[in-house]
């Protein structure tokens, strides 16, 4: 198994508070993903990195950033949490074969 | 823009049926296609992938075929098991970038 974890694996906040998720990797790998899980949706994109501080965005970008400082470490922030981003986040890894990518266990957000 | 569409599920089968999960794309130029699985609570775990046309990806049974003519790469099983009980994903590598496209999703349910 890749070596990938997500922090917190589970929360609750309140609206309007702010959120911030870890994700962290042992592997060395070039490419990090942010997605949301939701039903009906499939998974969508949020922001991916290609590398320390080179970062793009994806689908569903707006109200998230993200910031990369270490190969190992990919943070999502959510500025102002609002109740349309209750959702399970992953993070999926990739390195040479970019599309081949290895997931996290995910962190189920809930925001009242 | 690039799109990749499942069918609808939950699928239910018994043990021992043959599967079938249908998917097809629509992209620009030849993508890469892939299966992926999400066992309940966990992230998504790459099952099968294709790189170019009549290609055919197997893993643990699976078989899924790059068919370009009718842009499809349908997941077929010969024999499931109730530990096949899952969500496939079926997903393309958008051309000329580092990103995924993913399908809604088919749940599975086998029963013994």
């Known amino acids: 198994d890749a070596g990938i974890t997500q922090s917190p694996r589970h929360k609750v906040t309140e609206t309007g508070t702010p959120v911030t998720l870890r994700c962290h990797q042992t592997e060395n790998h070039r490419y990090m993903y942010w997605y949301r899980q939701d039903p009906g949706h499939g998974l969508r994109l949020i922001h991916y990195?290609?590398?320390?501080?080179?970062?793009d965005k994806g689908e569903v970008s707006d109200g998230y950033s993200v910031s990369r400082s270490k190969t190992e470490d990919f943070l999502l922030t959510l500025e102002s949490a609002t109740s349309s981003q209750t959702s399970v986040y992953f993070c999926a890894i990739s390195g040479t074969e970019s599309y081949e990518q290895y997931f996290g266990p995910g962190t189920r957000l809930t925001v009242t | 823009g690039d799109s990749v569409t499942q069918m609808e599920g939950p699928v239910t089968l018994s043990e021992e049926a043959f599967l079938t999960i249908n998917c097809t794309y629509t992209a620009t130029g030849y993508p890469s296609l892939f299966w992926y699985v999400q066992y309940p609570g966990e992230g998504l775990q790459l099952l099968l992938k294709a790189t170019k046309a009549d290609d055919k990806g197997s893993n643990k049974g699976f078989e899924a075929t790059y068919r370009k003519e009718t842009t499809s790469f349908h997941l077929e099983k010969g024999s499931v098991q109730v530990s096949d009980s899952a969500v496939y994903f079926c997903?393309?590598?958008?051309?000329?970038?580092?990103?995924?496209?993913f399908g809604t999703g088919t749940r599975l349910q086998v029963f013994p």
């Open positions: 990195s290609y590398g320390v501080k080179d970062t």
């Open positions: 997903a393309l590598g958008a051309y000329n970038t580092d990103k995924l496209i």
